[in-house]
């Protein structure tokens, strides 16, 4: 009775411990499973944040050459309006410059016609009392 005892411990126990072989066995299974599982997702969300990553860093660049292009747009503008303000002062200058240059040279035509007027006149004046000495 207690050989059949002890058979049947030893039984039990070599049945438990396959038991127990197979129960780590399933789950190491179950463990390389879910580190498997846990790796795919792991790599998806760096895919993901990688993918964000770069849709931002784009974005941003895309955001940064919009800032270029309006300050270059300003600039430019001012460029313009400066160039314009510059051309009208020009243009205002060289007309008072012209127009004082034609006042000059309108003085000196009209001082040239007095002359000639006033010359005329005593030519004319000197005729007129030599017809009348003459007379």
Known sequence: HEREHDRE???LAAKH??????????LKEE????????REQMA??????HEQAQLQSQTLHSLELEALRLT???MHTSQLELTQS?????????????REMLND????????LQSRHQQEWEKIKEQ???ENEDL
């Open 128 to 130: 007129c009392l030599k």
């Open 86 to 98: 510059n051309l009208r002062k020009e243009k205002e200058t060289a007309l008072m410059e012209l």
């Open 9 to 11: 411990i030893s039984e």
């Open 44 to 49: 998806a969300t760096h895919r993901a944040e």
């Open 72 to 74: 270059l747009n300003n």
């Open 31 to 38: 463990q390389r499973h879910l580190l498997d599982e846990l």
């Open 17 to 26: 411990a396959e038991e127990m072989e197979k129960l780590r066995a399933e």
């Open 105 to 112: 040279k309108r003085a000196q035509e009209v001082a040239i």
